[in-house]
């Protein structure tokens, strides 16, 4: 198997003893490489912390994780991610927080001083492809909400990581701007063959974009279904319009339950 | 240009108020002398004003400098951890709240008269909002930013140098206002207590010789100094940290 992230029957916990919190339960699940997946499911339900799992920011209390076939000890450093806050730096312009990640991660950190040209035309590169063509030298305050989103996820892709980790990237974006950088992300993703973990609970938006969609239960979070979307490629914004569509999001959607 | 002009307006009456209030009053000269006694007594004593106000000044600012790169490297370290902020922070605000006029006899024993009281009792009681600021600058770090650096592989230098200390620079030069206005204090209560220099001390002997008149141009001098110290922190802060003040910007 060519999975590039593997989950077997894993589990994580917050705290110890008493207190502990069980976050994730007996997840299994392997995300191929460019494979893009989503998980949905109701709030806390620890989709989030599914997400710091895969990061390597917290390690799995059982269960096996591994990815490309090595067992996980620690932050990955492969990993780009970005919010439903785009967390800028307020006193950074837009392209000075693109390169941030390259301020960090080797080997472009010590490269950063002697090729600061190069990698500034590649942020610049990356933020035209997202349509920031004018606003790289524009602090985050004079962008707009979906603007500094784009600009996180420019931040989350400018060291080529293995894996973009997005949580609820768009949960504060009006509807529009919300269905502009769907095809953003997916034109990206088309480009890039960059694999994609997408943590919503906008079903539409998981299956406009994903090949596979995860649902999650409550705490303590387990995976309850597993949905391929076998909807072409590309997609555009017409298919969610299509009853093909539709059936896939009333599955879900019954999945999910709760009152109504 | 109303914003030069209304404070200026503002203080000219309220010179004029005081000049009325004590002629109308006939107020004796040991109570309360009017303006124009004071300016008069400025001007005659400048010499000896003009001198002793240098001196408050170099203690306030020595000990205010020594109070900012030590709040600085204090605060950052106390805002590194939490565990270190629990440790420290009981300590310093019970330091803080022992009245630092307490503490000029004791420095004066070790130190003698001289500057070096004023000097220290200027960064005792300055430095303290430098480190709160800085420290709690750093604690409110937004946890997802530092989530997204750790993924990267970044160590808890590098969230510091990236994020924590540029986040809190504003909070650091935001307390700076506060710390030259309580250094200025600092100094002039320590010169006061027991000095051979400075405002302070020129302020006591003249009360002490019923020159009131001196005393309030004391007052007057270290109002203006105030004011002046306070606007070139104030300055230093905007030229620093214009993205927190981008609202007055735009």
């Known amino acids: ?260 | 240009m109303i914003q030069v002009v209304a404070p200026l307006l503002f203080t000219v009456l309220l010179f004029v108020l005081w000049e009325a209030v004590c002629r109308i009053f006939k107020l004796p000269l040991t109570i309360l002398p009017a303006p124009s006694e004071v300016f008069g007594s400025l001007w005659q004593f400048r010499v000896p004003i003009y001198d002793n106000a240098l001196v408050t000044l170099w203690t306030t600012i020595a000990g205010f400098l020594i109070a900012t790169v030590f709040g600085l490297l204090l605060g950052i370290f106390v805002g590194w951890h939490r565990t270190v902020y629990s440790a420290l922070y009981p300590v310093m605000v019970g330091f803080n709240s022992i009245p630092k006029v307490a503490v000029v006899p004791v420095l004066i024993l070790w130190f003698g008269l001289g500057e070096v009281p004023a000097i220290i009792t200027a960064f005792l009681i300055s430095f303290f909002p430098i480190v709160v600021n800085v420290a709690t600058g750093l604690a409110t770090t937004e946890p997802e930013l530092e989530d997204v650096l750790r993924a990267l592989g970044a160590s808890r230098l590098d969230v510091m140098r990236k994020v924590g200390i540029p986040r809190s620079m504003p909070y650091f030069f935001g307390s700076l206002k506060v710390a030259i206005t309580l250094a200025f204090v600092g100094a002039v209560v320590s010169e006061t207590v027991g000095a051979n220099k400075g405002l302070g001390k020129l302020m006591l002997d003249a009360q002490s010789a019923f020159q009131v008149s001196i005393v309030f141009a004391g007052l007057l001098v270290l109002a203006v100094l105030g004011i002046v110290l306070y606007a070139i922190t104030a300055l230093i802060e905007k030229r620093f940290t214009r993205w927190a003040f981008r609202g007055q910007h735009r």
């Open chain 1, 1 to 260: 198997m060519n999975a590039l992230v593997s989950l077997q029957s894993v589990s994580m916990v917050y705290g110890r003893g008493a207190d502990a919190v069980r976050a994730i339960e007996d997840v299994t699940l392997d995300i191929a490489k460019g494979e893009f997946i989503a998980v949905v499911g109701p709030s806390g339900c620890g989709k989030s912390s599914l997400m710091k799992l895969i990061s390597g920011l917290h390690l799995p209390s059982a269960g096996k994780f591994t990815i490309e076939g090595r067992p996980v000890t620690g932050p990955l450093k492969s990993v780009g991610m970005a919010f439903q806050n785009s967390n800028l730096l307020p006193w950074r312009n837009a392209i000075n927080n693109v390169l941030l990640p390259l301020e960090i991660v080797q080997p472009h950190r010590s490269r950063m001083r002697s090729e600061r040209a190069q990698y500034r035309a590649q942020a610049l590169k990356l933020l035209e492809s997202v349509g920031l063509a004018g606003f790289a030298e524009k602090h985050p305050w004079e962008l707009s909400g979906g603007m500094q989103q784009r600009a996180s996820i420019c931040r989350a892709l400018i060291h080529e990581p293995e894996i973009l980790m997005l949580d609820e990237p768009f949960g504060a974006l009006d509807a529009f701007t919300r269905e502009e950088l769907w095809c953003t992300l997916r034109d990206i993703q088309q480009q890039r063959k960059v694999t994609v973990m997408l943590v919503t609970h906008d079903l539409r938006e998981a299956v406009f974009l994903a090949d596979t969609v995860y649902v999650m239960s409550n705490r303590p979070g387990r995976i309850v279904m597993r949905r391929e979307v076998g909807l072409p490629r590309p997609r555009d914004l017409e298919v969610t319009y299509t009853p093909e569509f539709q059936s896939i999001v009333h599955d879900l959607r019954a999945c999910i339950g709760g009152r109504h």
